[in-house]
T-cell receptor, first 109, second 114 residues
């Protein structure tokens, strides 16, 4: 069961904020977030574990609502380097991550 | 550490030929994953290994696909015979401790079957 990400694409100006949502139809143990730039491999951003938590580093943070089986990624004061495709990956206690289809983020100067 | 190393970076082959993709995980990582990425389907998990043992191969599309991990430092994904619909980027990723520190992806192999 592939998680559903929204929106599919976002265009922002530098300095604006963005929220990317991820929802699953099954119970989750953890949620991963990755960023992939064109022609490159996905790069791990953070993991949120069951129990409900928030995490963040720099101006990128995320929350995990276990009861709603949802996670959100928050990008504040976006920078040009934040451009790329963001993937959430969900893990339901079976040690394998299923990725959503991704959210394309484009930052304009 | 050199990260997860995949080879080749690009592969162009004719339909019907055998293709072998290779992966060297990060030393000390005990889980290895093969993913396939296409525009239509995104990142699909094909198979994963834990401590060199295949745990879940339910994502392998059909019997033409096979994967092995003979030791902790090497894995292969083989497609025989290859078909044009197998064209995609194939990523290998490794992790430690059930992925609590995230997955590290290799640079991928771009496969084109003509």
């Amino acid at each position: 069961q592939q998680p559903v990400q929204s929106p599919q694409a976002v265009i922002l100006r530098e300095g604006e904020d963005a929220v990317i949502n991820c929802s699953s139809s099954k119970a989750l143990y953890s949620v991963h977030w990755y960023r992939q730039k064109h022609g490159e491999a996905p790069v791990f951003l953070m993991i949120l574990l069951k129990g409900g938590e928030q995490k963040g580093h720099d101006k990128i943070s995320a929350s995990f609502n276990e009861k709603k089986q949802q996670s959100s990624l928050y990008l504040t004061a976006s920078q040009l380097s934040y451009s790329g495709t963001y993937f959430c990956g969900t893990e339901g206690g079976d040690d394998k991550i299923i990725f959503g289809k991704g959210t394309r983020l484009h930052i304009l100067p | 550490d050199a990260g997860v190393i995949q080879s080749p970076r690009h592969e162009v082959t004719e339909m019907g030929q055998e293709v072998t993709l290779r992966c060297k995980p990060i030393s000390g990582h005990n889980s290895l994953f093969w993913y396939r990425q296409t525009m239509m389907r995104g990142l699909e998990l094909l198979i994963y290994f834990n401590n060199n043992v295949p745990i879940d191969d339910s994502g392998m599309p059909e019997d033409r696909f096979s994967a092995k991990m003979p030791n902790a430092s090497f894995s292969t994904l083989k497609i025989q015979p290859s078909e044009p619909r197998d064209s995609a980027v194939y990523f290998c990723a490794s992790s430690f401790d059930r992925g609590l520190g995230g997955y590290t992806f290799g640079s991928g192999t771009r496969l084109t079957v003509v």
